[in-house]
């Protein structure tokens, strides 16, 4: 009986992070990961690869749909997985050999860092919405980088276009690698960069960090899977928690802003922080 109130407990926590994850484009891991290692008493690697898997299905779950109502900027995701997966390799497998080596409380300190980091992210992008007056670079206009989408909410077609892309590459070079060791996803620096740098409207950039999250993901999970971090019996749970609740989070994306639910998921970024920290001291 334990074990059953235990893996609903993983489904649960599987379905708040779909939900959120689908909405803001964070991706699944970053509840995961440090909820598991705080209350369900887990090791890092191991979350980590759990946290993986769930926001690679989450990913899955709502990129599909968002491709078909024109918000994903596909052409531009593509681009820019160049650099974020080779990054995400080298994160997955460098976790992979600290974790041998007892690195495990030093790195849930860094993870807590990483949190503090993309609280500051989320607080800055809380009043964004449509970028103007945006110039394409030399390489987004080769690649004819850019488009349109239908905004349910004010009832009208935006347009947009795409520039700097040399610095949104870099960005992404350092948030691949975040995303390949602690299995978060690390969708608010994808957003970070698809808004302030790339210039993408903030729909667009919410909905394609979602699928660049799910391209990354797949490939630091092999690393994970071949050394043994994702264990199939505590994954499958919150694999299935994930899609139901993405689901959800598709639905409710027409109706929501992104202000109002990173309002709502600030605090529990904080606390996830916290957590991690007293964790690592040992105090919890």
């Not at 890092?44 to 759990?50: E, R, V």
């Not at 709502?62 to 995400?88: C, D, H, K, N, W």
Request: glycine share 14%; proline share 4%; with cysteine.
């Amino acid at each position: 009986m334990d074990l059953i109130w235990y893996l609903v407990g993983l489904a649960l926590l599987g379905v708040f992070a779909g939900l959120v994850g689908a909405l803001v484009g964070i991706g699944g891991g970053m509840i995961i990961v440090p909820f598991l290692v705080v209350f369900f008493d887990m090791p890092l690697a191991l979350t980590a690869g759990i946290g993986c898997i769930c926001a690679l299905v989450t990913s899955i779950a709502t990129s599909s749909a968002y491709i078909q109502q024109g918000y994903t900027e596909t052409r531009t995701a593509l681009f820019l997985e160049t650099m974020a997966v080779p990054a995400a390799v080298v994160g997955a497998t460098l976790l992979v050999v600290l974790s041998a080596k007892g690195g495990a409380p030093a790195l849930e300190i860094v993870l807590a860092g990483v949190f503090v980091l993309i609280m500051g992210l989320m607080i800055r992008q809380l009043e964004s919405d449509v970028p103007v007056g945006v110039v394409p670079d030399r390489t987004s206009r080769r690649l004819r980088l850019g488009g349109k989408y239908y905004d349910t909410k004010s009832h009208r077609i935006v347009r947009y276009r795409v520039g700097a892309t040399k610095a949104g590459r870099g960005i992404l070079v350092g948030a691949g690698f975040i995303s390949g060791m602690f299995g978060i996803g690390a969708g608010a620096i994808y957003v970070t960069a698809l808004h302030n740098f790339l210039h993408l409207p903030m729909k667009v950039s919410t909905s394609t960090a979602n699928l660049m999250e799910g391209i990354t993901l797949g490939a630091s999970a092999s690393v994970m899977f071949f050394s043994g971090f994702i264990h199939p019996i505590l994954a499958t749970p919150v694999m299935a928690g994930g899609v139901l609740g993405a689901q959800g989070g598709v639905a409710l994306m027409k109706h929501l802003t992104p202000r109002t639910v990173k309002i709502a998921f600030l605090p529990v970024i904080a606390f996830s922080a916290v957590g991690l920290v007293l964790k690592a001291m040992g105090w919890l």
